[in-house]
């Protein structure tokens, strides 16, 4: 079965610097999509952005960017500038063969201003 | 554009009391949907997903049901709630058509409390 692993329960960075939060995750599938979504306090799942395996070129969603390690399974967000606004719960997640959704366990992002 | 609606926002609810979770999808025909459920701190476990209108998928046993009796309308339910039932409940859409595409947007969720 597929996994998903986020190793950092909780994470933190000072206002408009940059951060790196990691996801791994396990498959045996040759194409697949990777995802990172974001949950604020109102816990609304967001979409952040989205990687489909089979394209080497990391996605990119203005100041949101993947480090995508198709072969080390390694599927990393980058958030630049960091904003308070992006203080909240961050899920990565992999989509297997029958188009379900395998969660991370989260990692909670803290703001410092 | 597309738009996902659920209601209640927050629900209190006797043990052994009955269950109705709406969620509603705009701008979009023949989406698949999903019903999850997030206990506090904790990720997402998929409860049902549906196809089509009628066409129900369960991944978890449990004291639950759902149903889509309408295109864009899927409802969770329950007939007698036990306290395991707690949780925040997230609906989800995605794709046009038997086969799914790939991304799944969130509606606003309903956060339940069983007493």
């Known amino acids: 079965a597929q996994t998903v692993t986020q190793s950092q329960p909780e994470m933190s960075v000072q206002e408009a610097e940059t951060v790196t939060l990691s996801c791994t995750y396990d498959?045996?599938?040759?194409?697949?999509?990777l995802f990172w979504y974001k949950q604020p306090p109102s816990r609304q799942m967001i979409l952040v952005i989205r990687?489909?395996?089979?394209k080497q070129q990391n996605a990119t969603e203005n100041r949101f960017s993947v480090n995508f390690q198709k072969a080390a399974k390694s599927f990393s967000l980058k958030i630049s500038d960091s904003q308070l606004g992006d203080a909240a719960m961050y899920f990565c997640a992999s989509m297997d063969s029958n188009y379900q959704l395998i969660w991370g366990a989260g990692t909670k992002l803290i703001i410092k201003p | 554009s597309q738009t996902i609606h659920q209601w209640p926002a927050t629900l209190v609810q006797p043990v052994g009391s009955p269950l109705s979770l709406e969620c509603t999808v705009e701008g979009t025909s023949n989406p698949n949907l999903y019903w999850y459920r997030q206990a506090a701190g904790r990720g997402l476990q998929l409860l049902f997903y549906?196809?089509?209108?009628?066409?129900i998928s369960s991944e978890v046993p449990q004291n639950l049901s759902a149903s889509r009796p309408q295109d864009r309308q899927f409802i969770l339910s329950s007939k007698k709630l036990l306290l395991s039932d707690s949780g925040f409940y997230l609906c989800a859409w995605s794709g046009q058509g038997p086969i799914p595409t790939d991304t799944q947007y969130f509606g606003p969720g309903t956060r339940l409390t069983v007493l």
């Open positions: 549906s196809v089509g209108i009628g066409q």
């Open positions: 498959t045996s599938e040759s194409d697949y999509y």
């Open positions: 990687q489909e395996a089979y």
